[in-house]
């Protein structure tokens, strides 16, 4: 009888295992089955900005944790910046004025991202590198950018003629770049730069492999790089912290001395005058002075006690200046000249200044221009630095010339100059 029951139990505990079997491998095939679907997880991660996503006819705000699709457009506006990320290890960053069209399928372990920049900014950081079967590719107008696992910025900044101008910075890792009509890939390395300047019909590189100019880049790109490098990541970048302080500091000036005269012009006159007269209260000599004062001759006719009595007591404007409608000068001023106040701005630069800002560079463009008058390329050179030869050059011609001489590369530049390939 024994026997039976241990026989029962046994086969019901097989019966058991099966059947638990049986629940994993259907689990197991329906999470395989969705991974094929295409399900990518993509998500608003940080925003300090505004957001719109249009999908399918339909506008909505963009919110912290918002999940996005396949398919959806996304504008930025206001200030800050909205951070974007997709599969836990990569960032977008999109600047106010972006404008982008998502196209991601796959999933996480095999991924196709394309991401559209109609226009604007955006910082891509890919932590993990991407498997044979992924790919992710920043599009313009003007190129395709296709990356393996790299940190770079990209900016697009197209006008009303159809023209585009577009601005790689790598920060890690490796970009490689090919334009509109030629398959030809070109490669941009950790701390170079690259220019690409095209319209509806072509597109032309105009400059590659170039340091970064990191004064150019917006402030949230300039804190993020510094946390990374802070965080001993994107070792590659050949940039300094003081460097990067300088350049924030160029991006984000001193506004103290603005929020005051942005202060005084909110008072209104009554406010000015009474604040005047108040101060012409202050600062008006007592009665002794009025008696002692240059007014009246001294009776024992010293010359030299009359002259000290005029330069303590008697104000450099007269009184009768002041006819109540414009307030009284303050304090007594510098001489040669009752109106020479000090008006040099807080911040402007003084020698021996510790607490000095830094200059602002100032920058010039640099176009150069084929035979019959079309723009061939751009470049921003700052102030006493040298405009770099195009890589690639026009047909038709043998030089590039400033009016009718062969323009010089080494000459330091001081203004926009305009220069034509004949």
């Not at 035979?371 to 102030?383: C, L, S, W, Y």
Request: glycine share 8%; charged share 25%; aromatic share 6%.
């Amino acid at each position: 009888m024994s026997e039976k029951k241990s026989a029962f139990l046994s086969k019901k505990l097989i019966l058991c295992i099966v059947a638990a079997c049986a629940v994993l491998a259907v689990i197991v095939f329906f999470a395989l089955r969705a991974r094929s679907t295409g399900y990518r997880d993509i998500s608003v991660f940080e925003l300090s900005a505004d957001g719109v996503v249009s999908r399918n006819g339909e506008e909505l705000s963009v919110y912290q944790g918002m999940k996005l699709q396949n398919g959806d457009n996304l504008k930025v506006s206001g200030d800050g910046f909205v951070r974007l990320l997709l599969d836990q290890d990569k960032y977008v960053s999109l600047e106010p004025g972006t404008e982008i069209n998502l196209a991601a399928t796959g999933n996480d372990t095999d991924s196709h991202t394309q991401i559209e920049l109609v226009c604007g900014r955006i910082l891509n950081e890919i932590d993990s590198k991407l498997s044979d079967n992924s790919s992710y590719e920043i599009t313009t107008p003007a190129s395709v950018m296709a990356v393996r696992g790299t940190a770079f910025y990209v900016s697009c900044d197209p006008d009303e003629s159809g023209s585009y101008t577009v601005d790689l910075a790598v920060l890690d890792g490796t970009v490689g770049t090919t334009t509109s009509g030629d398959d030809t890939e070109q490669f941009v390395e950790a701390g170079e730069a690259a220019q690409l300047f095209g319209n509806e019909e072509s597109a032309q590189v105009t400059y590659i492999n170039e340091p970064i100019s990191y004064g150019s880049l917006p402030a949230n790109v300039l804190n993020r790089i510094e946390e990374r490098k802070e965080n001993g990541d994107w070792e590659a970048l050949p940039v300094t912290t003081e460097e990067l302080e300088k350049a924030l500091a160029i991006e984000e000036p001193d506004t103290a001395s603005d929020e005051t005269d942005e202060t005084a012009d909110t008072k209104t006159p009554t406010e000015t005058q009474e604040a005047a007269d108040e101060d012409s209260k202050d600062s008006e000599p007592s009665a002794d002075t009025k008696k002692t004062g240059s007014t009246k001759h001294p009776t024992d006719g010293s010359p030299a006690e009359n002259e000290d009595n005029v330069s303590e007591q008697q104000p450099d404007t007269p009184p009768a200046a002041n006819n109540g409608n414009n307030p009284a000068p303050v304090g007594p001023q510098p001489s040669g000249g009752t109106d020479q106040t000090d008006k040099t701005p807080s911040t402007v630069k003084k020698p021996g200044d510790a607490n000095s800002f830094p200059d602002i560079p100032v920058n010039h463009t640099v176009l150069f221009t084929t035979a019959d008058g079309k723009v061939f390329a751009r470049q921003t050179i700052e102030d006493g630095a040298c405009a770099v030869c195009p890589t690639l050059i026009p047909t038709g011609g043998s030089n590039w010339y400033l009016g009718d001489t062969v323009y010089d590369f080494q000459t330091p530049v001081t203004s926009d100059l305009t220069l034509c390939y004949k």
